[in-house]
């Protein structure tokens, strides 16, 4: 088969990315696969064809440029398949859904944002970012007329076909995953000593792991108010993520006296070692659909608390491989509930149960099943237009 992938993003340093990189690299070993992104890491992808798409101009406009950018650099081109991950209409056949936007916005909860400034989610829906995404969003699933959708949960395709009617008998769920090669127990134990020197911390440091590019959505201004109220000196927080840190939110933790025990790693291809560097991961997240993130960290053997929303705790089993929080807003339960994962034995037991809860998910039993959908759908539409010149 010929496949092209198109996204903004194919490399390790994301959740959508990561998904890209991974799924380009495992079929260039059977098929011709091509790559679509504005971003692409090369190493991996030798098999891979790579088609850079440049961009400019601002962030509000980025990904309806990136998607008539694509459009035209797919037009005249022959692929058996498309398979598209974000919002943008690339006269994609197959869909792969990783979040929805709307549901988003309509599940999202009051925050700070990291200022102390409460901040009312319907206003967003006038936010012009918002718009643009929400009009690409209504379009690519109301409008275009794809021949399969995989979501990444079973809670996601609901989404799309409540809000925007796409048929369910369309879609397919396949969950990311993560790779053995570089996150397990024995790896992160491996580099441990070597990690945690990166960051100067101590044997008896308790280092919470958050990693997150949307620091409001993910929770991260809810950790950091946890750790104030615990108000245990051993308690690191380490973020990874492409965002810095804000002079608001610097000011905010200064105000909460936690400055000198919250670290920013920045942006990371590998997170194994981020898990190495660490005792357990925490995302108190208000929306997710499937948390690439949670998965590779569980994976690494580290526990994980996070949230009960659909999509974050789906691998969580309160007290087995971590702890579920109720109230994504509420600093006070968490500060609780890190109080327990302060314990270095109940630590250890939920480390010991973390990695079989996901050794199902490797990326090659996934996209193995990618795979015979893909095949199945060839079969199924051999000779159709779908294998005919994109116009």
Known sequence: MDIALVFSGCHRRGGVERS???????LSTRHSVSV?????????????????????????????????????????????????????????????????????????????????????PGLRYIDPRHQILLGMEWHYFARSQPIAVVNVADAVGEDVHRLYGVPREIMTTIHNGFSPDEFSPERRQTMRMEARAEFGYGNRDVVALI????????????????QARLSDQRLQVLLVGRKPLSPARKRRLAELGVADRVRYAGSRSDMGRMHAAADLFVLPTQYEAFALAIIEALASGLPVITTKVPGAGDRIVDTHNGLLLDDPRSSEELAGLLNQAIDSDVRMRWADNAAKSVADLSWSALFNKAEGLLESLALRDQGSARSATIS
């Open 211 to 226: 990693a997150a590019n949307e620091l409001a959505r993910k929770g991260f201004d809810v950790l950091v108010e946890a």
């Open 20 to 26: 890209v990189w991974e799924m380009a690299r495992h």
């Open 36 to 120: 679509y992104a504005h971003d692409i890491e090369a190493e991996g992808l030798e098999k891979v064809q790579q088609i850079p798409i440049a961009l400019d101009g601002s962030r509000i406009l980025g990904p309806l440029k990136f998607a008539r950018a694509a459009r035209l650099s797919l037009k005249g081109t022959t692929h058996d398949h498309v398979i598209s991950f974000g919002v943008g209409d690339v006269k994609a056949d197959v869909l792969w859904v990783n979040s929805v936007h709307r549901a988003w916005l309509r599940k999202s909860l009051h925050f700070s944002g990291g200022t102390g400034v409460l901040r009312v």
